[in-house]
């Protein structure tokens, strides 16, 4: 990935298309904001670990994604096996707390009271064998205290009444009084609401309390990449929604159509 676009500065294959990107300068995203620590010393290599981190790095965000992978894979055997994706991929999400025969996983893991047992099941997690257990340690102290999107659900389960109860997070919602493209850190009442029925719209991101259902997270809701991958998004912070505007690149002129 040796090509770089001079209007967002982003890595890119040789053969990728220009406008792929932020279509030539039109879309402007906020730029990832430096972590504090835990974090930092990481990504910079200042910490002795930084370079296990960086090497296992997708690894320690399974450890603390909310949401699941999906996509029709393809496997081929033979000599040298291998995995194919055919289509889009996708990401689904479950019920924020497990049936009583089921192990906490995903979202779930942050509800268990205990941070020491949170530790001990998101070091079991498949594939975590070769991490750290200080890492995941520093790593849940630091999203419980900065990542909104963790504190939101926490704050939305405790008023949760029964199993039919839903948590709805709007697709296209902002906390009143904060810049379209500004995410501090949202109350229930800000960004989301408690609801029972289907008082929801296609986009929305909709998890009940209990249920045996599992709900593909819609591609353009803000939240679909800070749900998926946390250690980028470390504050739960907006990503890309159709409801971003295009700006002339040189002007700066917002486009109305």
């Given at each position: ?29 906020d ?11 990481l990504?910079?290599?200042?910490d ?24 029709n ?7 040298m ?9 996708y ?5 924020m707390?497990?049936t009583?025969?089921e192990?906490?996983q995903?979202?779930q ?9 949170q ?12 991490l750290?257990?200080?890492i ?7 999203f ?11 704050t ?23 810049h ?15 609801t029972?029925?289907?008082?929801t719209?296609?986009?929305?991101i ?14 353009t809701?803000?939240?679909?990449d800070?749900l ?18 295009m700006?002339?690149p040189i ?7």
């Amino acid at each position: 990935m040796t090509t770089i676009c001079r209007y967002c500065n982003a890595l890119k294959f040789k053969r990728e298309t220009a406008g792929l990107c932020c279509a030539s300068g039109k879309v402007k995203l906020d730029p990832l904001l430096t972590p504090p620590q835990p974090l930092k010393p990481l990504f910079d290599g200042s910490d002795p670990d930084s370079s296990h981190f960086l090497q296992h790095i997708l690894e320690y965000n399974n450890c603390f994604r909310m949401t699941s992978f999906g996509a029709n894979i393809i496997r081929e055997g033979g000599f040298m096996p291998t995995c194919k994706i055919q289509g889009q991929i996708y990401h689904l999400h479950g019920l924020m707390v497990p049936t009583p025969d089921e192990p906490h996983q995903f979202l779930q893991i942050n509800f268990i009271s205990s941070m020491v047992d949170q530790l001990n099941v998101r070091c079991n997690i498949q594939g975590t064998q070769q991490l750290k257990r200080r890492i995941i340690e520093q790593l849940q102290a630091f999203f419980h205290a900065n990542n909104a999107v963790v504190n939101m659900f926490k704050t939305a389960l405790e008023p949760m009444p029964s199993d039919t109860h839903k948590f709805v997070i709007r697709a296209d919602c902002t906390p009143t009084g904060e810049h379209v493209r500004r995410f501090n850190a949202p109350t229930v009442n800000d960004v989301a609401a408690i609801t029972v029925g289907d008082t929801t719209k296609s986009r929305d991101i909709v998890v009940q309390r209990r249920s045996n259902i599992m709900h593909r997270v819609n591609e353009t809701h803000r939240l679909y990449d800070a749900l998926q991958y946390p250690i980028i998004y470390w504050q739960g912070q907006d990503g890309y929604d159709i409801t971003l505007k295009m700006v002339d690149p040189i002007t700066g002129t917002i486009f109305t159509h």
